[in-house]
Each structure stands twice: as C-alpha cells, then as structure tokens.
C-alpha cells in the first residue's frame, strides 16, 4: 500500500508541471530573416495515429487501424541551445526566431505516394535515414519536435523519418500507452520494410522510453521472418532507456541473434521514470536501469552507462537528447559509415563521457 502511495504521489507531482499546448501548427507566424534560423528540417511521419479534427494538432492521441503519412517542415531558432527545444508558451506569438516552429504539413493519401516523396529525399541527402520512435506520455507534437532537435543538435545529414505511436501524451495513460505500443508494432515492421525499399543504403534506429519496446518487437518479427537486418541495410540501433523488463528485453535478443553491429544501450540509475515503471510491474527492473547489465553484452550488446551524465528533466529519463555533448556524440557515432573501429572508438568516447 505504500509504494502505490509514492507512486500515486509521484504521478501527481509529475502530472503537475504544466503542459504545453498540443498544437502542432500555429495561427499567424511571424516572420523572420533568414540570419535568425539556425536550421530548417523535412520530417517525413509514419503514424498509427488517427488525423485530428483540429488541424493545428494534425495528428491526435486516437488509435488508426492502417498508417498514416505525412511530411512537415520545422525550423529552428537562431538562439538554439543544443540539447534543448525552445517551444512558445501560451499567449506568445508564433517567432520563428525565438522558437521551434512547424508549418507546411503535406499528407499522403497512399503508401506509395510517401515512398515516392522519402526515396527523393533520401537520394538527395546521400541513402542515410534516421528512425526515430519515441516514449511514453508523448503527444504528436513533441514527437515532433524532438527528432527535429536530435536531428539538428547531432548533425545527422541523412533523412529524419518519426514513428510516432499513438500515446495518450498524458501521465495516467501509461496503461493505454503500452497497449498503443503494442498494436504498433506490426506498423514499425511495415514503415521499415518500406525504408529498405525507398532506395536507403543505410536505415538507423534511435528509439526511446516505451519506443524501445515497439522496436525491439518489430525486429524480432523481421528476425522470424528471415530479414532481420532489412537485406543488409540496417546500421546502428540506438536503445535510450528502454521500458522493457529485463527478462522481456532477453527474451527479444535471444530470438533477434546477435546483431552483426552491437546495439547501443544508454541506461541510467537514476532514472526516476524507469523506477516508477518498476513499480508498477511489481518492482521488476527495467533495462533502462538495469544495475547487473554486464551481462548484456552476451547478446551483441554496447552498455553506456549514464548514471553520472546530467540531465535537464526532473525524471532524468531524456539525457540522450538533452545533454549537449551527449546527442553531439551519438550524432558523431551515427555519422560514421560503415567502419567498425571507428565506430568502436565513438562508442567509447560516449562511455567516458558517462564515467
């Protein structure tokens, strides 16, 4: 009964530090020179989500049956912090020179119409593309804003591509959350599928939170079914603090193999959203802050531990992305084609830096 208090304390407390608003799109944007932008992003959207009525929010917290796409620009302020997303408040005008904005949304009405528009993209950015698949508690338009920053902040030249499940984006959620997560996968399956189709030489995953669990399903089916490295073309996959029990998450390498490349791991002990998922589960670890995960490494694992790293959330569950030097580095690790030792020795400079 105790710990359901704390945890019940805990939800509230996180519950209480004021929300963004869910609109994606804003009203009229104001305009600003060009000197003030520090980058402009394509980000190209496969969704289970179902499209809002409210076209500010484009994309809702509602479950979709079949995916849906879309591709929208997003521009990034010439005051920019690297691990941070400056975002407008309520009351603030739309300055793109101050924050974080989003504008020219394009659907695609079919499957073949978004392959069509990801393979010129693709060609044109040099056969590199990005998966990003984020956590619990996540609506569409942080999605969207975070692998708009994780894509500016590390420098990755190729095409950034969002998974974006359909999470409730609140902190009651969780359970739908994880139910969402789950009727997501076999669409991951299919979204990657489609990348290694598009003309991609090489298809990296970064995934967070309960986004590690999507992926770690969808290249588990892609291993039963015979191609679990997409015909070769799957370069680094990037766990940040994953939600998954531990035993779960050994359950998905045994039948996935070794991979040829080692997955990167990012944990953390202090994880405070990983501790209350563990409680919920009945005080099982979970692997994003796993104490034994040496022994990861039998599974074609690279552990990072980031106990010492700091974070800028209170939770200290998003440190992948909002430590400067930390995304800087994981861009550099992403960066490199296909030489192993340097990606071993990036690997490396990354766990120092959590040492």
């Known amino acids: 009964m105790k710990k359901i208090c704390i945890l019940v304390l805990a939800l509230l407390v996180a519950g209480c530090g004021g ?8 009203s009229a944007m104001v305009s600003a020179p060009v000197t003030e932008i520090a980058g402009n992003h394509s980000i190209f959207i496969a969704t289970t989500r179902k499209r809002s009525d409210d076209p500010s929010k484009v994309f809702d917290r509602e479950r979709s049956a079949t995916l849906n796409y879309a591709r929208v620009n997003v521009t990034v302020p010439g ?10 408040s309520r009351g603030k005008s739309n300055d793109p020179a101050k924050y974080f904005m989003a504008s020219d949304v394009v659907g695609y009405d079919t499957a073949p119409k978004f392959s069509s528009a990801l393979s010129a993209d693709i060609a044109a950015r040099g056969g590199r593309v990005m998966v990003f698949v984020h956590g619990y508690n996540t609506g569409f338009d942080a999605a969207v804003y975070r692998v708009t920053q994780i894509a500016h902040d590390s420098g990755y030249p190729g095409t950034p591509v969002l998974f974006s499940w359909a999470s409730g984006a609140k902190t009651r959620d969780y359970v739908y959350d994880r139910e969402s997560a789950s009727a997501a996968r076999d669409q991951l399956e299919v979204t990657l599928r489609m990348l290694a189709q598009t003309g991609a030489r090489r298809i990296d995953i970064v995934a967070h939170s309960l986004g590690t669990w999507v992926t770690m399903e969808a290249l588990r089916q892609l291993a039963i079914n015979g191609d679990r490295d997409l015909g070769g073309k799957l370069g680094d996959v990037v766990l940040a603090s994953p939600d ?4 779960v998450f050994k359950s998905q390498m045994r039948r996935y193999g070794k991979p040829n ?31 034994d995960a040496a022994d990861l490494a039998d599974y074609g694992v690279s552990v990072v531990d980031l106990s010492s790293v700091k974070g800028s959330d209170r939770f200290n569950h998003t440190k992948f992305a909002d430590n400067p030097e930390l995304v800087k580095m994981i861009g550099q690790r992403l960066r490199e084609d296909d030489g192993f030792a340097s990606d071993r020795e990036v690997t490396d400079r990354i766990s120092l830096l959590g040492q």
Do not use: C, N
């Open 19 to 26: 929300r963004q608003t869910e609109e994606l799109l804003g």
């Open 244 to 247: 998954i029990d531990v035993d």
């Open 261 to 291: 490349k080692p997955f990167i791991l990012l944990l953390s002990d202090d994880d405070r959203a990983l501790r209350l998922s563990g409680l919920i589960a009945g005080s099982r670890p979970r692997v994003g802050d796993y104490k």
């Open 79 to 88: 005051t920019h912090e690297a691990g941070r997303i400056e975002r407008r």
